[in-house]
């Protein structure tokens, strides 16, 4: 199955962006949902960001509309998240995660085949 390793993640000040990257080993990496989730200390996993198989849907969490923009490159087995005018409460651990249902919007932690090991984004004030 695939594997995934996010990279990115740093300390950034409000107003401030980021872009993570995922890259993925496997060679079915073009049928997968790409997805990034995130996990503040004390809260629960939760969806930010998805993308279809062939890159032609997005979708996200209502925190994020018009400031995050997720994208792949089927070519390069990658996927980014673009994240701008961070704010801290955007602070915590994202993970990118592969579903093989290629739709994007699934949520649950339990579709997904793979995750990486997350990479830290704290937003300062």
């Known amino acids: 199955q695939v594997q995934l390793v996010e990279s990115g993640g740093g300390l950034v000040q409000a107003g401030g962006s980021l872009r993570l990257s995922c890259a993925a080993s496997?060679?079915?990496?073009?049928?997968?949902?790409m997805v990034w989730f995130r996990q503040a200390p004390g809260k629960e996993r939760e969806y930010v960001a998805g993308i279809n198989w062939n890159g032609g849907s997005t979708y996200y969490a209502n925190s994020v509309k018009g400031r995050f923009t997720i994208s792949r490159d089927n070519a390069k087995n990658t996927v980014d998240l673009q994240m701008n005018v961070l704010k801290p409460e955007d602070t915590a651990v994202y993970y990118c995660?592969?579903?093989?249902?290629?739709?994007?919007?699934?949520?649950?932690?339990?579709?997904?085949?793979?995750w990486g090991q997350g990479t830290q984004v704290t937003v300062s004030s």
């Open positions: 995660a592969a579903d093989r249902v290629g739709t994007g919007w699934r949520t649950l932690e339990s579709d997904f085949i793979a």
């Open positions: 496997g060679r079915t990496f073009s049928r997968y949902a």
